[in-house]
């Protein structure tokens, strides 16, 4: 069974770079699917960050490409994202997910989630 | 704002069927047949219901089903069951992104 976790800071002020983790097990992070952050804001919206492909490419949500950088390390079969000059409108549960497709056709399994808090 | 619009909440009676409507444009719902369909129940993530429009992935039951007409798509919960209150969201591929929509509570009466 696929199983994804994320691990990062839950308290961020603005102006700061979030940095999240996502680690893989049950299935390897180099076969065939992309990988994709998603998050969730407090009046319950979903949005699409970003996605990742084990080789690197990367796909980005056009109104946040400025700010976002996924990368992937393959040996930990984790994969990573980079939000920069984070302010409030940053605060979200933010998902790690498994995708079939680069902008996501769909999404079949999801981490438990990590709620990010952006104040001064 | 989201992309794609769905109804705040529908509700019904146990046993009774419930539609959710997604709306997009040509775009997004209309140009490809790539939507999908998320279940989340509170403090918990998203779950995926439905896929390629009609598609359940494995474990799914056969009351979740899906259609798109146009620019519209929908999930209907045949024979509604008190564990089916949660929010659902629909998704569409969109070409280069992926869009949402603002989900629907569904209530079971």
């Known amino acids: 069974q696929v199983q994804l976790r994320e691990s990062g800071p839950g308290l961020m002020k603005p102006s700061e770079t979030l940095s999240l983790t996502c680690s893989v097990s049950?299935?390897?992070?180099?076969?065939?699917?992309?990988w994709a952050w998603i998050r969730q804001s407090p009046g319950g919206g979903l949005q699409w960050i970003a996605s990742?492909?084990?080789?690197?490419?990367?796909t980005y949500q056009p109104s946040l490409k400025s700010r976002v950088t996924m990368s992937v390390d393959t040996s930990k079969d984790q994969f990573s994202l980079k939000l920069a000059s984070v302010t409030a409108a940053d605060t979200a549960v933010y998902y790690c997910a498994r995708a079939v497709g680069s902008a996501p056709k769909y999404l079949d399994f999801w981490g438990q989630g990590i709620p990010v808090t952006v104040s001064s | 704002q989201s992309a794609l619009t769905q109804p705040r909440s529908v509700s019904g009676s146990p046993g009774q069927s419930v539609t959710i409507s997604c709306t997009g444009t040509a775009s997004d719902v209309g140009g490809y047949d790539f939507v999908s369909w998320y279940q989340q129940h509170p403090g918990n993530a998203p779950k995926l219901l439905l896929y390629d429009v009609i598609k359940r992935p494995s474990g799914i039951p056969d009351r979740f089903s899906g259609s798109k007409s146009g620019n519209t798509a929908s999930l209907t919960i045949s024979g509604l069951q008190a564990e089916d209150a949660a929010d659902y969201f629909c998704?569409?591929?969109?070409?280069?992104?992926?869009?949402f929509g603002g989900g629907t509570k569904v209530t079971v009466l």
């Open positions: 049950g299935f390897p992070i180099n076969s065939g699917y992309y």
């Open positions: 990742l492909y084990y080789t690197g490419f990367t």
């Open positions: 998704s569409s591929y969109a070409g280069h992104f992926s869009v």
